[in-house]
């Protein structure tokens, strides 16, 4: 600790950034895959076919399909293929609470013609990348929620105390200084951070009231115990379903979901349906409830709530409710931004994209500072290269690891048992390789390296796609498919782009070995433009 | 949104342009004057406070107030990027100098 409010900031920043800086990578990465987690579900599920049936017909097979299969189920949802978050007809079915507190969830992708479900290859998708960012892998959810709350602590505190740090910010608000070595990275680091602040300050604290009930369990133990019910009691409340009740036992048909959709349409208009929940169905207790597309920043949006027997309309709801709640909604559904439209999305996409562009910038910034001292000495510090190395790893490494997750599910055999597995696991294997890489080889050159490798990665993806499905790139041009061409061009761009960045690289790394030798040792800042990565 | 957006890019073309630094990138040699530099950063502010008309048009105005979040990141991150890689790229740089520089000289 330094003396000095703005010193100790700046050392505050420093830390905190640093011990947690990988993950935080990891989580942004993912989670701003997860922007477009629909596309990419059906881009790894080629052979899902586009939905064509109409509304009542869909709600009219998954009608049928939950009653032949789930007919005692205690709730029914089901998603049509309005929500923009499920292009194709879904349906999940729960059973009763077991002894552990958890229900049983069963989920189904149905085709609307046949009501039955949808033959695809298994595989978690873009749901999965997107569940990585806040739930880790192969850890249980008690632990995950942890490491990533606290991780998004130490994110907090460094953007208030890099804030804080940060002398100049109006003064500096349009400046970028390129070529400058360690300047430009400050610039770099700075400028971004400053033009991204209320997004980045947004999504960290939101992402933090994710986690409210898990880092302060007291807030919901103090009013309801810790019983394992506990959760889903303060839910209920919380959720204040008033009209919903308990299964009264006397069975009694469900009324006709498809034929409530008159009475929904003549109030929304047409295609305006998220999700309709059925609970208790079969009884006479039998409620539906049908939820509006969202329409504002709140994750909560209109509904109505109809009785299941005789199909009459009971309750109607703005979705407004009391200001605690409505603020913990607006907040949540600010961070996931379903709201959006196209562009929307895009605009929180690269927010995101420059967010981990400040963390990998910030990481590098902590390597480029201690390097001229590092290279003084015989040997660097252990932790040195361990920073070194992790840099390399995660911010080139994990790029590879994505590729290598889409790779696998054109790759895997579509009849393996648990290929899912095989998917994730492929992630992880070539990011743990790309960790281990700068090991053997020197720093500057694994930069580089790894920097190919995801360009050529990417650059190949399309032509894996080509080869493995029939849906490649003059198809998807034939038949107008949005998702398969955008997936190829941002493949491709992507590709370009890592390119480009190992190209400029390289010649750098050429640039400076070359005036090392021309200019002996040390007579100019050589030393410091040695490492190619540190002198962009 | 668009207009929005250009009305933003504008506003933080006059507001950087009220920095000497900045100023030079696109005027080099020119006298950046305190009377300047007070047109200008009435004028960017101005133009910034024009883009919140988005919050009218916006469908609801939690919508528009993160939209114009993020038109105002991006607006502002183009004219950083022009400012390092070719300052005199800037949309409406002819028409300031007429504006701000002609009668000042």
Known sequence: MKNGFRQSMAWLHTWTGLVVGWILFFVFMLGNLGRFDTEIDQWMRPELPI???SLSQSIQAAQQRLQTQASQAETWTIWPATNRDYPNLRIRWEGALNAEGNRKRTDETLDAATAQPVIARETGGGQLLYKMHYALHYIPRGVSDWLIGICSFFMLVAIVSGVITHKKIFADFFTFRPSKGQRSWMDLHVVLA????????MITYSGLVFFVFTLFPQVLSAGYGSEKHARETFNNEL??????EERSGTPASLTNLSGLIDTVQSRWGADQIRLIE???PNDSSARVRVLHLLDSSSRSSQELTFDGVSGHLLDESNGESTSARGFYDHILGLHRGLFGDLTLRWLYFFSGVIGAIIIGSGLVLWVVKRRPKQLKQNKPDFGHRLVEGLNVGTIAGLPIAIAAYFWAN?????????RQNWEVNSLFVVWLLALMYPLIRPINRAWIEEFWLVSAAFLLLPLVNALTTERNFIHSIATQDSVFLSMDIAALITGVLFAITATNLSRRQQAATGQATVSAKGKRKDINTLNPVEAA | M???????YLGFALLSLSKERHFQQVWPGRKLTPILIRELKVCGWLLLGTSLSHLIQAPKISIGITHLFGIWTFAALLIVMQLTYGASSIVGVRIFSRVFLNRHN
């Open chain 1, 51 to 53: 939905e064509t049936a």
């Open chain 1, 194 to 201: 400053t033009l991204t602040l209320p997004f980045f300050l």
């Open chain 1, 239 to 244: 959720n204040a379903l008033t009209f919903i």
């Open chain 1, 278 to 280: 059925v609970t208790n």
């Open chain 1, 410 to 418: 054109r790759l895997v055999p579509v009849e393996l048992t648990g």
């Open chain 2, 2 to 8: 668009l207009i929005s957006f250009i009305v933003s």
